[in-house]
């Protein structure tokens, strides 16, 4: 990258439901980035056509043309590639039972696998640092995701995140509105009048630690 050339951060959407409450926080996040005068990329991976590692092992083959890069060619390949190239990653995912989504769980298989290497100690092939920052929404409250143990989970991806690219910084937002009108559907479990009011009082904030958050990454760079 020349000197003086604006910072490139990759945005990538794990959730399906767009214009919703985490693409509502990437989006925040986007704009943070923006205001720091990045180049801002989006990615929707349930737009896009992939699967996840096929254990082929050859980004591990000794001497290959393929060592450290994912050798599969599908919709994923070339946004792995721009993310190699990017000074800020954001990813943004719903959790599901626990953990990201399907779509976030492939991506990250495809994205982390080929960076880290069988050696003794293990390493990161990736020969940058990037920052990285990851985003959550769940319809659960903040305690109640600790009682589930949702931390001792997503650290571990967290943690593999740390050691490719070097830093990573987490976003959650808590107790989230899952529908315009609760009684569309069988959710009696929730309290509709809670969920509105919270995501009146609280989401705003989350948007505005988003957009701190999309900012801070690329000034950090």
Not at 26 to 54: I, S
Not at 151 to 157: F, M
Not at 183 to 199: G, I, L, M, S, Y
Request: glycine share 8%.
């Amino acid at each position: 990258m020349s000197k003086g050339s604006p910072k490139k951060v990759v945005v990538v959407n794990g959730g399906p439901r767009k214009g919703w409450n985490t693409a509502t926080l990437l989006d925040r996040a986007a704009e943070g980035a923006w205001d720091a005068g990045a180049e801002v990329e989006r990615v929707e991976l349930y737009d896009l056509d992939f699967k996840g590692c096929r254990s082929c092992f050859t980004c591990k083959t000794r001497g290959g043309k393929s060592y450290g890069r994912c050798a599969l060619r599908d919709d994923l390949n070339p946004v792995l590639e721009r993310i190699e190239a990017a000074d800020a990653l954001l990813i943004g995912s719903p959790i599901y039972f626990g953990s990201v989504t399907g779509e976030t769980r492939s991506f990250l298989e495809r994205l982390l696998f080929p960076f880290f290497t069988y050696t003794n100690p293990p390493e990161s092939l990736l020969s940058r640092r990037i920052s990285v920052g990851v985003i959550y929404t769940m319809n659960v409250e903040e305690r109640q995701a600790e009682d589930m143990g949702y931390w001792n989970h997503l650290a571990r991806t967290e943690g593999a995140l740390e050691r490719a690219f070097g830093s990573v910084e987490r976003l959650a937002s808590f107790d989230t509105l899952q529908f315009e009108d609760y009684t569309k559907v069988v959710a009696d479990r929730f309290d509709p009048v809670h969920k509105r009011q919270r995501h009146d009082d609280v989401f705003p904030a989350d948007c505005q630690k988003a957009r701190e958050l999309g900012e801070r990454l690329v000034r950090a760079h």
